[in-house]
């Protein structure tokens, strides 16, 4: 149906910036919303920010003012710029595509594999 691959994790030290990366690739026509969730351990799985379609954004009260998601439609590629960031931010990030448009009439949902993210002091 659909795949995205992410790439950009990694480790590095408080303070310091990453840039995810997330494509969808297979057989659609758009799709809604893209986001990007992170797990922590011992922690549930949580939003950190999603970007519809149109551009509108939401991001969680912890990333706020620190991260950044943006789309590129044409290339159905979602970015995560990461900066200032903190040991809390230690997680396994994951991408989402949210109402994918296979057929018509027809949507699913899609989670990439994951991308660890270690911030250390």
């Known amino acids: 149906q659909v795949q995205l691959v992410e790439s950009g994790g990694g480790m590095v030290e408080a303070g310091d910036s990453l840039r995810l990366s997330c494509v969808a690739s297979?057989?659609?026509?758009?799709?809604?919303?893209m986001g990007w969730y992170r797990q922590a351990p011992g922690k549930q799985r949580e939003l950190v920010g999603a970007?519809?379609?149109?551009?509108?954004?939401n991001y969680a009260d912890s990333v706020k003012g620190r991260f950044t998601i943006s789309r590129d439609n044409a290339k159905n590629t979602v970015y995560l710029q990461m900066n200032s960031l903190k040991l809390e931010d230690t997680a396994v990030y994951y991408c989402?595509?949210?109402?994918?448009?296979?057929?018509?009439?027809?949507?699913?949902?899609?989670w990439g594999q994951g991308t660890q993210v270690t911030v250390s002091s």
């Open positions: 970007i519809k379609s149109g551009g509108g954004t």
């Open positions: 989402n595509a949210d109402r994918v448009h296979i057929a018509l009439g027809t949507f699913v949902d899609c």
């Open positions: 297979g057989s659609f026509f758009s799709i809604n919303t």
